[in-house]
Nanobody, 127 residues
Framework: QVRVEESGGGLVQPGDSLRLSCTAS????????MAWFRQAPGEERQFVAG????????DYVDFVKGRFTISRDNAQNTMYLQMNNLEPADTAEYFC????????????????????WGQGTQVTVSS
């Protein structure tokens, strides 16, 4: 059974950094692409960043480019989201998703049904 779990959220001040982690178990981690989405209260879930089977295959939404870095450690079955220079607008529940099938790339247009989702981790940026 596939299990996806996020960690690392918290309350930080504007300008601070935070690193989110996502572990996935139940199958061969390196066979599947992954992504981070986020959802703020009253808003739709939105794509933040995606990563292919290797660390050089990344994609970011414009509003996090230059501030967030997605990476993966296949030996540790873990994906990361390093978030720097956080802004209040980054406040949201952050979700990790792993593609359901090998060869399927998680992108900003991927429907929710195309992946296995974690329960989310809350990030709050406030002074």
């Amino acid at each position: 059974q596939v299990r996806v779990e996020e960690s690392g959220g918290g309350l930080v001040q504007p300008g601070d950094s935070l690193r989110l982690s996502c572990t996935a178990s139940g199958r061969t981690f390196s066979d599947y692409t992954m992504a981070w989405f986020r959802q703020a209260p009253g808003e739709e879930r939105q794509f933040v960043a995606g990563i292919g089977w290797e660390n050089w295959e990344t994609d970011y939404v414009d509003f996090v480019k230059g501030r967030f870095t997605i990476s993966r450690d296949n030996a540790q079955n873990t994906m990361y989201l390093q978030m720097n220079n956080l802004e209040p607008a980054d406040t949201a529940e952050y979700f990790c998703v792993q593609a359901k099938y090998p060869g399927l790339r998680m992108t900003r247009t991927s429907p929710p049904s195309s992946g296995y989702w974690g329960q989310g981790t809350q990030v709050t940026v406030s002074s």
